[in-house]
């Protein structure tokens, strides 16, 4: 059985016609019928799909051979010694010429039907005869060659799909574990806001303000650390940049006598409490304007984050760190 009547059955099984085959392999009706009629043959990728969809290994597929009866000449001596008992010398004599130009025959069809070599395989160099070819297109493969590259494309294909199911796996613990601080840290504040509206002495217009208030705050919350967590964000970018900004202080004149000496120690120490109470007002700057930011920008952060898990968007490095 040839590769074409292998696929000819195949897809009569599967109640395909050449079109609808086509549809799904991605190529057209004349394609299929030059691979049914043994006129082209599919590539690579092509053969894998094909095993694919009629659920066989690319190995039974390509174990498909066309299989003949083979010639074989018949020794005219034995014949005529077998038939001399039976038949006179003459009749053994005419079947003697009979058999020598059948033999005849059969040797010129044995020549006719001596192989041509149809090239070299790229990969392992030995001559490609019909029998043992593999593929033409897109170059020039023995069988074995061929089955062992659809191999390693499986493999490889496997590895990359476990890959991609590790990175999407990373992810989607990577944006859990925010999600879950994110809501721990919206509490607090909600529960913090509540009870300040509570045990606040304004009148009901101010509790309400004052808990509505920290329900964003609380919603602040929990999408800034969303945004600081999942990776490179305007929000982070803002906290950061609020938390590295140094302050220059001036320089110091003092004279080197114990009074100035003491001077120095003195401003030196005012300069570092200064420079501490700084530190904390960028950090609320910061962190107010990066909860500012992050009520607007996570939403679509979170979108694009999902996207990635669901295999929709491609995953960058930085989203696993």
């Known amino acids: 059985m040839t590769y074409g009547e292998k696929l000819t059955q195949?897809?009569?099984?599967?109640?395909?016609?050449?079109?609808?085959?086509?549809?799904?392999?991605?190529?057209t009706a004349q394609a299929v019928s030059k691979w049914e009629h043994d006129v082209s043959q599919p590539d690579l990728g092509t053969l894998v799909r094909i095993a694919e969809l009629f659920g066989i290994s690319t190995d039974d597929f390509l174990s498909a051979t066309k299989t003949e009866t083979p010639l074989v000449a018949v020794d005219p001596q034995k014949v005529a010694q077998e038939i001399a008992p039976l038949v006179s010398e003459q009749v053994a004599a005419t079947v003697r010429e009979e058999v020598t130009e059948g033999n005849k025959d059969v040797k010129e069809a044995l020549q006719d039907k001596q192989e041509q070599p149809l090239g070299h395989c790229v990969e392992c160099g030995v001559t490609i005869y019909k029998s043992n070819l593999g593929t033409k297109?897109?170059?020039c493969m023995c069988k074995n060659c061929l089955q062992r590259s659809i191999r390693e494309q499986e493999r490889l294909a496997a590895e990359d799909k476990a890959k991609k199911e590790t990175e999407r796996n990373t992810l989607r613990s990577k944006r859990n574990r925010s999600m879950f601080w994110g809501i721990v840290l919206a509490v607090v504040v909600l529960g913090a806001a509540i009870a300040w509206a509570i045990l606040s002495k304004g009148d009901v217009g101010i509790?309400?303000?004052?808990?509505f208030g920290?329900?964003?705050v609380a919603y602040a919350a929990w999408a800034m650390v969303g945004e600081l967590v999942n990776g490179d964000s305007a929000a982070a970018s803002v906290l950061e940049w609020c938390v590295t900004r140094s302050i220059n202080w001036p320089g110091v004149i003092f004279s080197l006598d114990f009074g100035g000496i003491v001077f120095l120690i003195t401003v030196k120490i005012l300069f570092a409490v200064l420079g501490f109470l700084?530190?904390?007002?960028?950090l609320a700057l910061?962190?107010?304007l990066a909860l500012l930011i992050s009520g607007?920008?996570?939403?679509f952060t979170l979108h694009k984050i999902n996207k990635k898990i669901a295999g929709n968007m491609p995953i960058e490095k930085d989203d696993l760190i």
């Open 296 to 299: 607007f920008t996570y939403p």
């Open 286 to 288: 910061g962190v107010a």
């Open 137 to 139: 297109s897109p170059k």
């Open 278 to 282: 700084a530190g904390l007002v960028m």
């Open 10 to 27: 195949l897809r009569k099984n599967a109640h395909l016609t050449q079109a609808e085959l086509g549809d799904k392999l991605g190529v």
């Open 207 to 211: 509790k309400c303000a004052i808990a």
């Open 214 to 216: 920290g329900l964003y």
